[in-house]
Protein backbone atom coordinates (compact mmCIF):
# COMPACT_ATOMS: atom_id res chain seq x y z
CA UNK A 1 0.00 0.00 0.00
CA UNK A 2 0.99 3.48 -0.95
CA UNK A 3 0.14 6.92 0.46
CA UNK A 4 0.45 10.39 -0.89
CA UNK A 5 0.51 13.30 1.44
CA UNK A 6 -0.43 16.56 0.41
CA UNK A 7 0.45 20.04 2.02
CA UNK A 8 0.61 23.25 1.43
CA UNK A 9 -0.55 27.16 2.81
CA UNK A 10 -3.70 28.24 2.26
CA UNK A 11 -4.58 28.86 -1.28
CA UNK A 12 -1.47 27.00 -2.25
CA UNK A 13 -3.69 24.84 -4.48
CA UNK A 14 -3.84 21.40 -2.29
CA UNK A 15 -7.54 20.72 -3.77
CA UNK A 16 -6.45 20.48 -7.41
CA UNK A 17 -4.05 17.89 -6.48
CA UNK A 18 -7.21 15.81 -4.35
CA UNK A 19 -9.05 16.30 -7.71
CA UNK A 20 -6.50 14.93 -10.01
CA UNK A 21 -6.02 12.13 -7.47
CA UNK A 22 -9.89 11.51 -8.21
CA UNK A 23 -9.78 11.58 -11.34
CA UNK A 24 -7.51 8.80 -11.46
CA UNK A 25 -9.62 6.76 -9.23
CA UNK A 26 -7.09 7.25 -6.39
CA UNK A 27 -9.55 7.64 -2.94
CA UNK A 28 -8.63 11.11 -0.84
CA UNK A 29 -8.96 11.62 2.85
CA UNK A 30 -8.66 15.20 3.39
CA UNK A 31 -7.68 16.24 6.72
CA UNK A 32 -9.68 19.28 6.77
CA UNK A 33 -12.99 17.49 6.54
CA UNK A 34 -12.32 15.62 9.98
CA UNK A 35 -11.89 19.47 11.05
CA UNK A 36 -14.70 21.07 9.15
CA UNK A 37 -17.47 18.07 9.91
CA UNK A 38 -16.23 18.77 14.00
CA UNK A 39 -16.30 22.35 13.35
CA UNK A 40 -19.58 22.10 11.85
CA UNK A 41 -21.40 20.29 15.18
CA UNK A 42 -19.52 22.41 17.48
CA UNK A 43 -20.79 26.02 15.35
CA UNK A 44 -16.85 26.99 15.42
CA UNK A 45 -14.67 28.15 12.39
CA UNK A 46 -12.07 25.33 10.99
CA UNK A 47 -9.32 27.61 12.28
CA UNK A 48 -10.59 27.19 15.79
CA UNK A 49 -11.54 23.79 15.57
CA UNK A 50 -7.82 22.81 14.04
CA UNK A 51 -6.64 24.39 17.30
CA UNK A 52 -9.35 23.35 19.57
CA UNK A 53 -8.91 19.55 18.49
CA UNK A 54 -5.46 19.22 19.11
CA UNK A 55 -5.88 20.81 22.79
CA UNK A 56 -8.27 18.50 23.68
CA UNK A 57 -6.77 15.09 22.12
CA UNK A 58 -3.24 16.09 21.28
CA UNK A 59 -0.92 16.60 18.57
CA UNK A 60 -2.05 13.55 16.54
CA UNK A 61 -5.76 13.25 16.49
CA UNK A 62 -6.61 14.56 12.67
CA UNK A 63 -3.74 12.45 11.91
CA UNK A 64 -4.84 9.05 13.59
CA UNK A 65 -8.27 9.65 12.62
CA UNK A 66 -6.31 9.95 9.09
CA UNK A 67 -4.93 6.65 9.66
CA UNK A 68 -8.13 4.37 10.72
CA UNK A 69 -9.92 5.89 7.41
CA UNK A 70 -7.27 4.94 4.99
CA UNK A 71 -6.70 1.64 6.66
CA UNK A 72 -10.69 0.67 6.54
CA UNK A 73 -10.17 1.88 2.74
CA UNK A 74 -7.78 0.05 2.18
CA UNK A 75 -9.67 -3.51 3.89
CA UNK A 76 -12.92 -2.64 1.65
CA UNK A 77 -10.72 -2.27 -0.81
CA UNK A 78 -8.87 -5.76 -0.83
CA UNK A 79 -12.30 -7.27 0.32
CA UNK A 80 -13.70 -6.21 -2.99
CA UNK A 81 -10.38 -7.47 -4.38
CA UNK A 82 -10.85 -11.53 -3.02
CA UNK A 83 -14.28 -11.06 -4.68
CA UNK A 84 -12.66 -10.00 -8.10
CA UNK A 85 -14.22 -6.43 -9.12
CA UNK A 86 -10.94 -4.83 -8.06
CA UNK A 87 -7.41 -5.07 -9.18
CA UNK A 88 -6.60 -1.39 -8.97
CA UNK A 89 -2.56 -0.35 -7.10
CA UNK A 90 -3.74 0.42 -3.35
CA UNK A 91 -2.67 3.82 -3.48
CA UNK A 92 -4.57 6.54 -1.03
CA UNK A 93 -3.87 10.53 -0.99
CA UNK A 94 -4.25 12.29 2.40
CA UNK A 95 -4.51 16.16 1.75
CA UNK A 96 -4.09 18.74 4.04
CA UNK A 97 -0.85 17.61 6.73
CA UNK A 98 0.64 20.29 8.92
CA UNK A 99 2.89 18.93 10.92
CA UNK A 100 5.96 16.77 11.17
CA UNK A 101 4.30 15.18 13.81
CA UNK A 102 1.85 14.14 11.48
CA UNK A 103 4.28 13.23 8.90
CA UNK A 104 5.59 10.80 11.71
CA UNK A 105 2.90 9.24 12.03
CA UNK A 106 1.77 8.50 8.41
CA UNK A 107 5.22 7.17 8.49
CA UNK A 108 4.83 4.77 10.85
CA UNK A 109 1.58 3.42 9.86
CA UNK A 110 2.60 3.30 6.19
CA UNK A 111 5.52 1.66 4.89
CA UNK A 112 5.45 3.71 1.77
CA UNK A 113 4.68 7.46 2.42
CA UNK A 114 5.40 10.96 0.82
CA UNK A 115 4.95 14.06 0.38
CA UNK A 116 3.65 16.56 -2.45
CA UNK A 117 3.87 19.99 -1.46
CA UNK A 118 2.50 23.00 -3.25
CA UNK A 119 4.13 26.14 -3.80
CA UNK A 120 2.36 29.61 -4.79
CA UNK A 121 4.08 33.16 -3.55
CA UNK A 122 2.17 34.94 -1.19
CA UNK A 123 0.97 37.20 -3.40
CA UNK A 124 -0.42 34.68 -5.66
CA UNK A 125 -2.21 32.70 -2.31
CA UNK A 126 -3.85 35.98 -1.04
CA UNK A 127 -5.70 36.66 -4.48
CA UNK A 128 -6.82 33.36 -4.54
CA UNK A 129 -8.10 33.01 -1.11
CA UNK A 130 -9.95 36.24 -1.68
CA UNK A 131 -11.71 34.80 -4.33
CA UNK A 132 -13.06 32.09 -2.60
CA UNK A 133 -15.92 32.13 0.12
CA UNK A 134 -15.44 29.64 2.38
CA UNK A 135 -16.51 30.02 5.73
CA UNK A 136 -12.60 30.15 6.90
CA UNK A 137 -11.24 32.41 4.25
CA UNK A 138 -11.57 36.30 5.10
CA UNK A 139 -10.48 38.46 2.58
CA UNK A 140 -8.44 41.00 4.70
CA UNK A 141 -4.63 41.21 4.50
CA UNK A 142 -4.74 40.92 8.44
CA UNK A 143 -6.34 37.53 8.39
CA UNK A 144 -4.69 35.93 5.64
CA UNK A 145 -1.22 37.03 7.62
CA UNK A 146 -2.47 35.40 10.76
CA UNK A 147 -3.71 32.51 9.16
CA UNK A 148 -0.73 31.47 7.34
CA UNK A 149 0.97 32.08 10.91
CA UNK A 150 -1.37 29.73 12.45
CA UNK A 151 -0.44 27.12 10.12
CA UNK A 152 3.28 27.18 10.05
CA UNK A 153 2.91 27.28 13.97
CA UNK A 154 2.33 23.71 13.13
CA UNK A 155 5.18 23.45 11.63
CA UNK A 156 3.67 23.40 7.91
CA UNK A 157 6.88 24.83 6.95
CA UNK A 158 8.80 21.66 7.55
CA UNK A 159 6.59 19.33 5.96
CA UNK A 160 7.03 21.67 2.68
CA UNK A 161 10.65 22.15 3.37
CA UNK A 162 11.21 18.32 3.25
CA UNK A 163 8.84 17.10 0.76
CA UNK A 164 9.39 14.36 -1.75
CA UNK A 165 7.75 16.69 -4.39
CA UNK A 166 7.73 19.87 -4.82
CA UNK A 167 4.75 21.70 -7.16
CA UNK A 168 5.24 24.93 -7.87
CA UNK A 169 1.58 26.81 -8.86
CA UNK A 170 2.15 29.80 -9.74
CA UNK A 171 0.15 29.43 -13.45
CA UNK A 172 -3.19 28.07 -14.87
CA UNK A 173 -4.41 25.10 -12.56
CA UNK A 174 -4.27 22.98 -16.17
CA UNK A 175 -0.29 23.23 -15.51
CA UNK A 176 -0.25 21.81 -12.15
CA UNK A 177 -2.61 19.63 -12.87
CA UNK A 178 -0.57 18.29 -15.68
CA UNK A 179 2.42 17.92 -13.32
CA UNK A 180 0.63 16.59 -10.50
CA UNK A 181 -0.73 13.80 -13.04
CA UNK A 182 2.31 12.73 -14.05
CA UNK A 183 3.91 12.41 -10.44
CA UNK A 184 0.75 10.02 -9.14
CA UNK A 185 0.87 7.97 -12.64
CA UNK A 186 4.48 7.41 -12.27
CA UNK A 187 3.59 6.43 -8.26
CA UNK A 188 1.06 4.06 -9.26
CA UNK A 189 3.16 2.48 -11.47
CA UNK A 190 5.68 2.08 -9.29
CA UNK A 191 3.58 0.68 -7.11
CA UNK A 192 2.08 -2.09 -9.13
CA UNK A 193 5.29 -3.07 -9.88
CA UNK A 194 6.50 -3.96 -6.21
CA UNK B 1 17.88 49.36 -4.23
CA UNK B 2 17.10 45.55 -4.58
CA UNK B 3 17.69 42.44 -2.19
CA UNK B 4 17.65 39.31 -3.55
CA UNK B 5 17.24 36.82 -0.21
CA UNK B 6 18.88 32.58 -1.14
CA UNK B 7 16.88 30.25 1.58
CA UNK B 8 16.98 26.27 1.00
CA UNK B 9 18.15 23.36 3.09
CA UNK B 10 22.04 21.69 3.15
CA UNK B 11 22.64 20.51 -0.26
CA UNK B 12 19.52 22.26 -2.09
CA UNK B 13 21.91 24.43 -3.94
CA UNK B 14 22.14 27.81 -2.54
CA UNK B 15 25.49 28.39 -4.14
CA UNK B 16 24.43 27.64 -7.96
CA UNK B 17 21.74 30.18 -7.11
CA UNK B 18 24.73 33.10 -5.70
CA UNK B 19 27.20 31.98 -8.77
CA UNK B 20 24.65 32.68 -11.18
CA UNK B 21 24.06 36.11 -9.65
CA UNK B 22 27.82 36.41 -9.44
CA UNK B 23 27.82 35.77 -13.19
CA UNK B 24 25.49 38.42 -13.74
CA UNK B 25 27.84 40.55 -11.53
CA UNK B 26 25.23 40.89 -8.84
CA UNK B 27 27.24 41.50 -5.29
CA UNK B 28 27.20 38.46 -3.42
CA UNK B 29 26.75 38.25 0.48
CA UNK B 30 26.64 34.74 2.23
CA UNK B 31 25.89 34.66 5.36
CA UNK B 32 27.52 31.59 6.39
CA UNK B 33 30.89 33.21 5.38
CA UNK B 34 30.29 35.52 8.91
CA UNK B 35 29.72 32.14 10.41
CA UNK B 36 32.62 30.77 8.54
CA UNK B 37 35.20 33.44 9.28
CA UNK B 38 34.12 33.22 12.85
CA UNK B 39 34.34 29.59 13.48
CA UNK B 40 38.06 29.78 11.62
CA UNK B 41 39.09 31.84 14.51
CA UNK B 42 37.83 29.81 17.38
CA UNK B 43 38.16 26.50 15.26
CA UNK B 44 34.95 25.17 15.83
CA UNK B 45 32.39 23.32 13.00
CA UNK B 46 30.13 25.67 11.45
CA UNK B 47 27.14 24.29 12.79
CA UNK B 48 28.64 25.06 16.56
CA UNK B 49 29.13 28.41 15.44
CA UNK B 50 25.96 29.39 14.15
CA UNK B 51 24.34 27.85 17.04
CA UNK B 52 27.10 29.93 19.57
CA UNK B 53 26.58 33.38 17.57
CA UNK B 54 23.16 33.78 18.03
CA UNK B 55 23.66 32.61 21.70
CA UNK B 56 25.95 35.36 22.19
CA UNK B 57 24.82 38.07 20.07
CA UNK B 58 21.16 37.10 19.54
CA UNK B 59 18.85 35.87 17.01
CA UNK B 60 19.65 38.67 14.59
CA UNK B 61 23.75 38.50 14.53
CA UNK B 62 24.62 37.47 11.64
CA UNK B 63 21.43 39.41 9.88
CA UNK B 64 22.53 42.18 11.12
CA UNK B 65 26.54 42.18 9.79
CA UNK B 66 24.62 41.13 6.20
CA UNK B 67 23.07 44.33 6.28
CA UNK B 68 25.77 46.40 7.09
CA UNK B 69 28.17 44.76 4.21
CA UNK B 70 25.39 45.26 1.67
CA UNK B 71 24.79 48.78 2.63
CA UNK B 72 28.46 49.50 2.43
CA UNK B 73 28.80 47.27 -0.89
CA UNK B 74 25.95 49.76 -1.95
CA UNK B 75 27.52 53.25 -0.58
CA UNK B 76 30.78 52.36 -2.36
CA UNK B 77 28.82 51.67 -5.37
CA UNK B 78 27.04 54.85 -5.28
CA UNK B 79 30.33 56.88 -5.15
CA UNK B 80 31.96 54.60 -8.10
CA UNK B 81 28.90 55.73 -9.78
CA UNK B 82 28.98 59.13 -8.88
CA UNK B 83 32.64 59.23 -10.48
CA UNK B 84 30.97 58.06 -14.08
CA UNK B 85 32.04 54.33 -13.53
CA UNK B 86 29.42 52.22 -12.57
CA UNK B 87 25.88 52.19 -14.35
CA UNK B 88 24.63 48.90 -13.18
CA UNK B 89 21.10 48.45 -11.15
CA UNK B 90 21.64 48.34 -7.28
CA UNK B 91 21.47 44.92 -7.01
CA UNK B 92 22.47 42.16 -4.27
CA UNK B 93 21.97 38.72 -2.97
CA UNK B 94 22.46 37.25 0.27
CA UNK B 95 22.64 33.99 0.51
CA UNK B 96 21.85 31.26 2.97
CA UNK B 97 18.69 32.90 5.34
CA UNK B 98 17.86 30.92 7.80
CA UNK B 99 15.03 32.12 10.22
CA UNK B 100 11.66 34.27 9.54
CA UNK B 101 13.56 36.53 12.35
CA UNK B 102 16.46 37.08 9.39
CA UNK B 103 13.45 38.17 6.58
CA UNK B 104 12.10 40.79 9.45
CA UNK B 105 15.24 42.45 9.68
CA UNK B 106 15.99 42.49 5.84
CA UNK B 107 12.58 43.68 5.18
CA UNK B 108 13.05 46.03 7.34
CA UNK B 109 16.28 47.71 6.08
CA UNK B 110 15.44 46.92 2.38
CA UNK B 111 12.54 48.17 1.03
CA UNK B 112 13.00 45.79 -2.07
CA UNK B 113 13.80 42.51 -0.37
CA UNK B 114 12.21 39.15 -2.06
CA UNK B 115 13.30 35.35 -1.57
CA UNK B 116 14.26 32.68 -3.21
CA UNK B 117 14.03 29.06 -1.95
CA UNK B 118 15.77 26.18 -3.60
CA UNK B 119 13.98 22.97 -2.74
CA UNK B 120 15.65 19.47 -3.26
CA UNK B 121 14.29 16.28 -2.25
CA UNK B 122 15.65 15.19 1.19
CA UNK B 123 17.42 12.30 -1.15
CA UNK B 124 18.91 14.30 -3.29
CA UNK B 125 20.11 16.49 -0.97
CA UNK B 126 21.78 14.02 0.92
CA UNK B 127 23.46 12.51 -1.79
CA UNK B 128 25.02 15.77 -2.75
CA UNK B 129 25.98 16.54 0.75
CA UNK B 130 27.74 13.16 0.95
CA UNK B 131 29.57 13.70 -2.60
CA UNK B 132 31.08 17.26 -0.82
CA UNK B 133 33.49 17.39 1.14
CA UNK B 134 33.14 20.35 3.64
CA UNK B 135 33.87 20.19 7.30
CA UNK B 136 30.60 20.49 8.43
CA UNK B 137 28.79 17.85 5.92
CA UNK B 138 29.23 14.54 7.57
CA UNK B 139 29.01 11.33 4.60
CA UNK B 140 26.32 10.03 7.75
CA UNK B 141 22.65 10.26 7.29
CA UNK B 142 22.58 10.59 11.02
CA UNK B 143 24.43 13.79 10.59
CA UNK B 144 22.66 14.58 7.79
CA UNK B 145 19.22 14.66 9.42
CA UNK B 146 20.64 16.03 12.41
CA UNK B 147 21.34 18.99 10.64
CA UNK B 148 18.36 19.31 8.85
CA UNK B 149 16.55 19.53 12.05
CA UNK B 150 19.26 22.37 13.50
CA UNK B 151 18.17 24.03 10.32
CA UNK B 152 14.64 23.45 10.49
CA UNK B 153 14.49 24.73 14.35
CA UNK B 154 16.01 28.26 13.15
CA UNK B 155 12.17 28.33 11.21
CA UNK B 156 14.03 27.62 7.70
CA UNK B 157 10.87 25.97 7.00
CA UNK B 158 8.89 29.21 7.41
CA UNK B 159 11.31 31.06 4.99
CA UNK B 160 11.28 28.51 2.54
CA UNK B 161 7.12 28.10 2.40
CA UNK B 162 6.54 31.74 2.34
CA UNK B 163 9.13 32.40 -0.37
CA UNK B 164 8.25 34.73 -3.36
CA UNK B 165 10.18 31.91 -5.61
CA UNK B 166 10.71 28.67 -5.19
CA UNK B 167 13.16 26.94 -7.94
CA UNK B 168 13.33 23.29 -7.77
CA UNK B 169 16.33 21.77 -8.13
CA UNK B 170 16.30 17.98 -9.10
CA UNK B 171 18.00 17.70 -12.14
CA UNK B 172 21.35 19.19 -13.51
CA UNK B 173 22.87 22.06 -12.53
CA UNK B 174 22.20 23.19 -15.93
CA UNK B 175 18.98 23.46 -15.10
CA UNK B 176 18.58 25.44 -12.16
CA UNK B 177 21.21 27.71 -13.54
CA UNK B 178 19.12 28.98 -16.28
CA UNK B 179 15.98 29.42 -14.51
CA UNK B 180 17.52 31.40 -11.65
CA UNK B 181 18.97 33.40 -15.05
CA UNK B 182 15.39 34.29 -15.97
CA UNK B 183 14.56 35.21 -12.43
CA UNK B 184 17.35 37.39 -11.64
CA UNK B 185 17.68 39.43 -14.92
CA UNK B 186 13.70 40.03 -14.77
CA UNK B 187 14.54 41.59 -11.29
CA UNK B 188 17.19 43.18 -12.74
CA UNK B 189 14.87 45.04 -15.24
CA UNK B 190 12.42 45.79 -13.52
CA UNK B 191 15.29 47.14 -10.78
CA UNK B 192 16.43 49.32 -13.24
CA UNK B 193 12.69 50.60 -14.59
CA UNK B 194 12.15 51.77 -11.04
Redesign the interface.
Known amino acids: MKVIGVTG?PGSGKSVVSRVAKNLKIPVVRMGDVIRNEAKKRNLTSGEMAVKLREEYGEFVVAERCVSTVKRLDKNRKKAKDKGSNSRPRIYMIEGIRS?YEVEIFEKNFRDFKVI?V?S???TRFKRVQKRNRADDSGKVSEFQRR?KRE?KF????????????V?NEGPAKKLKSVVRGILKNEMQNDSQS
Open positions: LPAHTPKDLGIGDVIATADYMV
